[in-house]
Structure formats: structure tokens, C-alpha cells
């Protein structure tokens, strides 16, 4: 059974940080691009980052405050969250992709951790 377990979520100040993590299993990890989504109060679920073999992507709304990493090692994919802003507020959850190389396509996500940024 797969399972995506995320953990680091919290309240941050503006121009904080926080380090998600999602722990993996049921599946082999190393052989699936990943990606990271978040849902806002209100708002659809929105794409964040993704990572497969050729490298790492993101929404123009995290390009440069956002770092996504992965150790397969660990069965575990990170988000660096760097300089957050209150429109970083949401749910953050992980996703499986498809396959080794479609992080977009996802078929299976995490229950999430809540990201605040607030004063």
C-alpha cells in the first residue's frame, strides 16, 4: 500500500523558513518522480515543484525561494521553503508521479501539513 506521510509543516513568520519532508513507502521510491502541491483555504489545489531524473521545477510563484531535494536513501522528499510570504499559507501535500519522469501527472497524495506564514 502506498504510502506519503508529510511532517514540518507550522507557523512562520514573513521571511521565514520551514522544511517539509514526506516519508514514503509501499512503493520504490527511486524509481518515481515526485512533486509537491498545496491547496489554500478557498482555492484549488496548485502546483508547487517537481523532480525526476532530469532535474527540478517549480511555479513561478516559489522559483527562487523554493528548493525541492529528494534522498532515496531515506525514501524521503524535502521542500525548502525560504523567504515565505502570507500567499504561502496552505495545505502542503506530496505527490507520486506517474512515473519516473511525469511529476505532473500524480497518482497519489499525502494527507498534507499545514503551512501558516503570519506576523
Not at 20 to 37: E, R
Not at 43 to 55: A, Q
Not at 90 to 96: F, S
Request: charged content about 15%; glycine content about 14%.
Amino acid at each position: 500500500e502506498v504510502q506519503l506521510v508529510e511532517s514540518g509543516g507550522g507557523l512562520a513568520q514573513p521571511g521565514g523558513s520551514l522544511r517539509l519532508s514526506c516519508a514514503a513507502s509501499g512503493f520504490t521510491f527511486s524509481n518515481y518522480a515526485m512533486s509537491w502541491v498545496r491547496q489554500a483555504p478557498g482555492k484549488g489545489l496548485e502546483w508547487v515543484s517537481g523532480i525526476n531524473g532530469g532535474g527540478t521545477y517549480y511555479a513561478d510563484s516559489v522559483k527562487g525561494r523554493f528548493t525541492i531535494s529528494r534522498d532515496n536513501a531515506k525514501n524521503t522528499l524535502y521542500l525548502q521553503l525560504n523567504s515565505l510570504k502570507t500567499e504561502d499559507t496552505a495545505m502542503y501535500h506530496c505527490a507520486k508521479g506517474l512515473d519516473s519522469w511525469n511529476y505532473r501527472l500524480t497518482t497519489y497524495r499525502g494527507q498534507g501539513t499545514q503551512v501558516t506564514v503570519s506576523y
